[in-house]
């Protein structure tokens, strides 16, 4: 059975893949608006998920001359590193009289999202053969999953704050596997495709932290005086 020309077994594995890869999209969109106040968070999520949808169309489109440009995954791993450090400390944030704004959430969004994207494309792509019709309907079913998806997480964020620390790992990981991945780099780290995610892992999670740490210290140094 075929559905706009596609079998239903590659439609399958394109929506099972994109469940699996909505997840850490989830998670980006759920630390960077967790500052924004709670009237404006759904509003910073749909912009958020709209340009970050609109950047996988683009990337699907672009995959083939993307795939040809050298360390591009890897230089996208050490940003998604960069990113996950930013979220832990707040240092994405613009803040203004009612806290951290909507733009300053979507923009954190969209980039990271664009980082992560081209990878999540690839993998689409490589089920799809290439169709850019299959990749398009991969990309429009990840959207409920990641609105939805996004605001649970959200929620459980608010009630237990050692999720973002969870989060900020996944996506460190995610930057770790990135780098080991990257066709360029594969030959060198192909015995360190553990060891590149977990240290990566790590370290992120501990200078967050202590950049956090340091950064509240300064703020209340600030207030006080």
């Not at 910073?44 to 050298?70: E, H, N, S, V």
């Not at 950064?215 to 005086?225: C, L, P, R, T």
Request: no cysteine; charged share 15%; net charge neutral.
């Amino acid at each position: 059975m075929e559905i706009f020309g596609l079998s239903m077994d590659v439609l399958l594995k394109l929506i099972l893949i994109d469940i699996v890869l909505s997840g850490d999209n989830a998670v980006v969109i759920a630390m960077a608006a967790r500052n924004v106040p709670k009237e404006q968070q759904k509003k910073a999520i749909f912009w958020g998920t709209f340009g970050a949808i609109a950047l996988r169309i683009i990337f699907a489109a672009a995959i083939i001359f993307l795939l040809k440009i050298p360390y591009l995954t890897a230089v996208g791993g050490v940003l998604l590193v960069i990113i996950a450090i930013k979220l832990l400390t707040g240092e994405e944030d613009n803040h203004k009289e009612g806290g951290t704004t909507v733009a300053s959430a979507v923009k954190t969004i969209i980039f990271a999202d664009a980082v992560m994207s081209f990878d999540n494309v690839v993998a689409l792509a490589g089920i799809a053969h290439g169709s850019l019709f299959a990749i398009i309907v991969g990309v429009l079913v990840s959207i409920p999953i990641i609105v939805f998806g996004s605001q649970l997480i959200l929620k459980a964020m608010e009630k237990f704050p050692i999720i973002i620390y969870f989060g900020a790992g996944l996506l460190a990981w995610t930057a770790g596997e990135m780098i080991v991945s990257d066709p360029k780099l594969h030959h060198y780290t192909a015995d360190y495709h553990l060891i590149i995610p977990i240290v990566l892992t790590v370290a992120s999670i501990v200078i967050g932290y202590l950049l956090s740490r340091k950064k509240k210290k300064s703020d209340v140094f600030a207030e006080a005086s």
